[in-house]
């Protein structure tokens, strides 16, 4: 199986939009579906959601039987599974499918095609040209109906024997017709069911599913692209142009912001009985893995009861303790920072705004302890003035912004406690974890810090992130830091059992170059001080890739120790094309690999994600 490179080639402007064979248009001959076709489901004051009837007990029976009795692995062609029949019901087509081929989409369309052809064509910026981002590994795949899997190596550990591993990521389901960034594309999760005790001799099921935004069923039912990049879409004037024409798709009823123009394809997260997809660009969308076909479907667009507007954090933190979920949104706009928090059962508490955030910033995750909240303002800015005056992009590097934290009490009802403490050159994009010493007096915060901060968005190769170990002393201000490896480390985890508090061992994924994970280093924070704190490490070997690692805690056969837990994550081989899932002992000096999955497809490159114990996916919402 050979990894393959996207060829891109720009539609002329009086020719239809094209798709490549990922981004083929679905149901192209068929009728949108009727309104009395369709309800409108409230299946919890968590969410709500207009789409077709879910899949009746009967149905789900007759799933598992099918997925019971067929162990047939789906062929595939270049790391692409064949077209399947089984799909996630489909919820009522938006207003822009029944007008697809109307007189107002066919002069949007035109627009945009002169935009990217004559005043903002890819290959003016090559960070965002298509031929360049959507090569190799982040060539998009099709979905992959569930799957069954071999154990080529060693055994599936004990701890995660019925749960599953979901890897979210960016997927476009269309050819970009203009410039495209690496975090535009639509959210598809891969989802690995590992078999439980009780079916032994059962493999491990793989399905690769869209999460099912608002943004992706528009683009679905009009068989092209409709919304402009975020990331990429809006700089200088040809920006203006876009935000044009998204106006006119909009007065003539070809799509409606208000149902969501973001992607749900960064992460994941798992609280009060129910699995969230998450990007901070819109709500979080309720998904569900079937606990027996592995089959991943979306089940809508959430507001927690009309509590939750605009969008929210792709890294919340979840109280290990409490089970309260503590997150924020941020925007172009004031209060440019608003922090809020969930109870165990996922009623949203009320807003608080932060207003001492006087310019908007690019704030994409925090750290919690067990009395504060903390927030890193750092030197990526939001300039929307940037694009229409100086005909640059609207989200940027300040090289003149001096970062800050701020520090609020975690159960703040206003922000009149909040407290910025000053620390120049000190620019995250990821927390580890933080926590409290001296009685409270001394706050912890270890992350790693970017050092090359102006290429963290367009030109992530160059990024090199050295992890640092903050501590802050609430009494006197003073703010100290102590490097704990030199090496460029990101996409950190731990234990998720010490989340808010202290503990003594992260796991790093090894940029090689960044984007690209090249292997996984273990820290001891305990070593602060003494050097280079690295005290395991496993490279994946020539050519071999992954993302983002996840710990998986041992309660079966571990010793109750933080490190007692294994490692997993998607490995992909450049040179073979073979694509496997990786089972690594926490615990090893070497960080051993106990287990390894052959994947029937590739899994491209992604961001972040979650292991959901059996436990949890029976106990779904449905």
Same mark, same amino acid.
């Given at each position: ?16 939009p094209?798709?490549?064979?990922y981004?083929?248009?679905?149901n ?9 076709a369709?309800?409108t ?9 207009t789409r077709?009837?879910k899949?009746t ?5 007759q ?5 019971k009795?067929t162990r ?6 270049n790391?692409?599974a064949?077209?399947?029949q089984?799909?996630?019901? !489909? ?8 007008s697809a ?10 627009l945009?095609?002169?935009i990217?052809?004559?005043i ?7 960070a965002?040209?298509?031929?360049n981002v959507?090569?190799?590994?982040f060539v998009?795949v099709?979905?992959?109906?569930p799957?069954?899997?071999?154990v080529?190596r #060693?055994?599936?550990p004990?701890c995660?024997a ?5 890897r979210?990521g960016p997927?476009?389901?269309h050819?970009?017709?203009g410039?495209? /960034? ?6 598809m ?5 590992l ?8 493999d491990?099921?793989?399905c690769?599913r ?5 943004k992706?069923?528009?683009? !679905? =039912?009009?068989g092209a692209?409709?919304?402009?990049n975020v ?10 142009a876009?935000?044009a ?6 007065l003539?009823?070809?799509m409606n ?15 009060a #009985?129910?699995?969230?997809a998450l990007?901070?660009s ?12 592995g089959e991943?479907?979306?089940?809508g ?7 939750l507007?605009m ?6 933190k ?5 089970g309260?979920l503590f997150?924020? !949104? ?10 809020f928090?969930?109870d165990?059962a996922?009623n949203?508490?009320a ?12 704030? /994409?995750?925090?750290?919690?302890t067990?009395?504060y909240?903390?927030f890193?303002?750092?030197?990526i ?6 694009m229409?005056v100086?005909?640059?992009?609207p ?8 970062p ?5 009490? !975690? ?5 009149s406690?909040?407290? *910025?403490?000053?620390v120049p050159?000190?620019n ?6 933080? *926590?409290e010493?001296a ?5 912890v915060?270890?992350?790693p ?13 160059l990024?090199?992130s ?17 490097p704990l ?9 731990i ?5 808010g508090r202290?503990n ?9 170059p960044?984007?690209?994970?090249g292997?996984v280093?273990?820290?001891?924070? =305990?070593?602060?001080?003494? #050097?280079d ?8 070997g ?6 983002e ?6 309660d079966v056969?571990?010793?109750?120790n933080?490190?007692?837990g ?5 490995v ?8 496997r899932?990786?089972?690594?002992d926490?615990?090893?000096p ?5 287990a ?9 490159y992604?961001f ?15």
């Amino acid at each position: 199986m050979k990894s393959m490179r996207l060829s891109y080639i720009p539609p002329a402007a009086s020719a239809a939009p094209q798709s490549p064979s990922y981004g083929r248009k679905k149901n192209a001959s068929a009728a949108p579906p009727s309104a009395a076709a369709s309800t409108t489901v409230l299946t919890s004051p968590l969410v709500t959601t207009t789409r077709t009837p879910k899949q009746t007990e009967q149905e789900d029976e007759q799933l598992v039987a099918k997925t019971k009795t067929t162990r047939t692995v789906i062929a595939t062609t270049n790391g692409r599974a064949a077209p399947s029949q089984s799909r996630p019901r !489909r919820r009522p087509a938006p207003a822009a499918a029944a007008s697809a081929a109307s007189l107002p989409m066919t002069f949007c369309n035109a627009l945009e095609e002169v935009i990217n052809t004559f005043i903002d064509p890819p290959a003016l910026r090559p960070a965002v040209d298509p031929r360049n981002v959507l090569t190799s590994n982040f060539v998009p795949v099709d979905e992959l109906p569930p799957t069954p899997c071999p154990v080529v190596r #060693g055994a599936i550990p004990r701890c995660l024997a019925g749960g599953a591993y979901i890897r979210n990521g960016p997927n476009p389901q269309h050819l970009p017709r203009g410039p495209h /960034h690496l975090f535009d594309g639509d959210g598809m999760l891969h989802s690995l069911l590992l078999p439980s005790p009780a079916s032994s001799g059962d493999d491990p099921v793989l399905c690769s599913r869209y999460v099912q935004t608002y943004k992706y069923l528009v683009e !679905r =039912d009009a068989g092209a692209p409709v919304l402009p990049n975020v990331f990429s879409g809006f700089h200088g004037v040809a920006g203006m142009a876009r935000g044009a024409v998204v106006a006119a798709r909009v007065l003539t009823g070809q799509m409606n912001p208000l149902e969501g123009v973001g992607l749900a394809n960064t992460s994941l997260a798992y609280f009060a #009985g129910r699995l969230y997809a998450l990007g901070e660009s819109d709500l979080p969308y309720a998904v569900r893995v079937h606990p027996d076909t592995g089959e991943v479907t979306t089940h809508g667009r959430c507001d927690f009861g009309g509590r939750l507007v605009m969008g929210m954090t792709a890294h919340p933190k979840k109280d290990p303790v409490t089970g309260e979920l503590f997150a924020f !949104r941020y925007g172009p706009v004031p209060p440019f920072v608003t922090y809020f928090r969930f109870d165990p059962a996922g009623n949203k508490g009320a807003d608080v705004p932060i207003f001492s955030v006087q310019q908007p910033s690019f704030l /994409h995750d925090f750290a919690i302890t067990e009395r504060y909240a903390i927030f890193p303002e750092i030197q990526i800015v939001m300039k929307p003035m940037d694009m229409v005056v100086g005909g640059g992009s609207p989200v940027g590097s300040d090289p003149g912004k001096v970062p800050r934290l701020g520090v609020i009490p !975690r159960y703040a009802t206003d922000e009149s406690e909040m407290r *910025w403490f000053e620390v120049p050159g000190f620019n995250i994009m990821h927390s580890v974890n933080a *926590w409290e010493e001296a009685g409270g007096e001394e706050l912890v915060l270890v992350a790693p810090n970017v050092l090359s901060i102006e290429h963290a968005l367009e030109h992530m190769e160059l990024v090199h992130s050295c992890v640092e170990k903050v501590r802050i002393n609430l009494r006197t201000g003073v703010v100290t830091r102590t490097p704990l490896a030199a090496g460029n480390f990101d996409f950190p985890v731990i234990n998720p059992a010490f989340l808010g508090r202290r503990n003594r061992y992260g796991y790093f994924g090894v940029g090689d170059p960044a984007p690209k994970i090249g292997g996984v280093a273990k820290l001891d924070f =305990d070593r602060a001080g003494e #050097g280079d704190c690295t005290v395991a490490q496993r490279d994946f070997g020539p050519g071999c890739f992954a993302g983002e690692p996840f710990f998986v805690a041992d309660d079966v056969e571990g010793n109750g120790n933080e490190d007692d837990g294994y490692l997993v994550c998607y490995v992909h081989d450049e040179a073979t094309g073979e694509n496997r899932f990786v089972v690594m002992d926490a615990r090893s000096p070497d960080l051993e690999i106990v287990a390894e999955v052959q994947l029937p497809g590739r899994v491209p490159y992604g961001f972040h994600g979650l292991f959901v114990t059996q436990a949890e996916l029976q106990s779904q919402h449905q």
